[in-house]
């Protein structure tokens, strides 16, 4: 097993092979995270599987009887955990594929150590960087109170983000109907907040100028924060796509073995990513802090369930064995392109 993950460590809780009815079972299947130290990456595994439970038949599995492919009847696992992280174009489950060409972790940007709770001893010692500031020219980090203008620069970029959030919340749980119910509460906010001002107008303790004169300020602070921002996104996009490459004069070994597979169902995947947009150093966008916790985690992206039926890994009306009939099963490179696709 471990070939075929580039010599990266794997363990097993518990394994049972049933060879009367064709049926392997295994338990707590967890894949260790290679060259954890040189690379720097904060997961010890890149992935967990809770439970693994595949049907096949026996007999095709014994070269004495010639099958024209293994015959798996179904592949169920579930409680699945993946932990992905990137160092610059590198992510660390490519570590498991031995054909890519990967850089030096030597010769690559330091990683930033990960941001600690305020208070803490260490954040105490901690020398002073950007670590603490965010986008909108705070120099909260340096101990200077930020400006009135940086303050409702935050207070609104924040507002802004939330609405987004909810929005995208809403539709997604309650279809166009929370959308609209989203969007009125937004509404009612806006005005609620223009009648403040009016008021302050009316009763002379601001003045059109002054109210002016402070907006003006504050989309300075959020066309700045905005500017650079974007600029980040950018560039950590630009890394997904230029990928590590092949090994030069990489020949990958023939995968002449064919499997059928009767389908694949996949439950309760959760997929932990660290450093994928947002960096390290800045953990607070408008002073609303990102959906992680203060290793810079993300919250998991869940996946119920997912079905590869028989039909998915099916060969397609074209392709042909040597005798020139239709082929039946297909290899282990055509199965795992069909399982990212799906």
């Not at 279809?175 to 609209?180: F, I, K, R, S, W």
């Not at 079905?307 to 005798?323: H, M």
């Amino acid at each position: 097993m471990r070939k075929t993950t580039n010599k990266a460590r794997i363990t097993v809780g518990y394994s049972k092979l049933d060879m009367l009815n064709g049926v392997f079972e295994a338990n707590d299947i967890v894949v260790h995270t290679p060259d954890r130290q040189a690379w720097g990456w904060d997961s010890p595994l890149i992935g967990r599987c809770g439970y693994m439970r595949v049907r096949f038949s026996v007999l095709s599995f014994v070269p004495f009887f010639r099958y024209p492919a293994k015959e798996v009847y179904s592949v169920s696992v579930g409680d699945i955990q993946m932990f992905v992280e990137k160092r610059a174009n590198v992510f660390n489950y490519m570590l498991l594929d031995a054909s890519l060409d990967l850089p030096d972790p030597k010769k690559l940007a330091p990683v930033h150590s990960a941001v600690l709770p305020p208070g803490s001893p260490k954040a105490m010692k901690a020398p002073l960087s950007p670590v603490g500031s965010d986008k909108f020219g705070s120099s909260s980090s340096l101990g200077s109170p930020p400006d009135a203008a940086e303050e409702k620069a935050n207070k609104l970029m924040k507002s802004f983000l939330g609405t987004i959030s909810r929005a995208g919340k809403a539709a997604n749980e309650s279809g166009v109907a929370g959308l609209e119910k989203a969007v009125r509460d937004q509404k009612k906010t806006f005005l609620s907040a223009i009648k403040k001002v009016q008021k302050q107008m009316e009763d002379g303790s601001t003045s059109l100028e002054k109210v002016t004169r402070e907006g003006v300020a504050v989309m300075k602070k959020m066309q700045k924060g905005l500017a650079d921002n974007m600029g980040e996104i950018k560039e950590k996009m630009a890394t997904f796509s230029n990928p590590p490459k092949k090994k030069k004069g990489w020949v990958p070994k023939p995968a002449r073995d064919l499997y059928r597979i009767g389908g694949f169902v996949v439950r309760d995947l959760r997929v932990f990513t660290r450093n994928m947009v947002a960096t390290e150093k800045h953990v607070k966008i408008a002073g609303s802090p990102l959906n992680r916790n203060s290793k810079g985690w993300h919250k998991p992206i869940l996946f119920k369930e997912v079905v590869v039926s028989a039909s998915d890994l099916s060969c397609s009306a074209a392709q042909r064995d040597s005798n020139g009939c239709p082929r039946i099963g297909l290899n282990t490179k055509e199965i795992e392109r069909v399982m990212q696709r799906k």
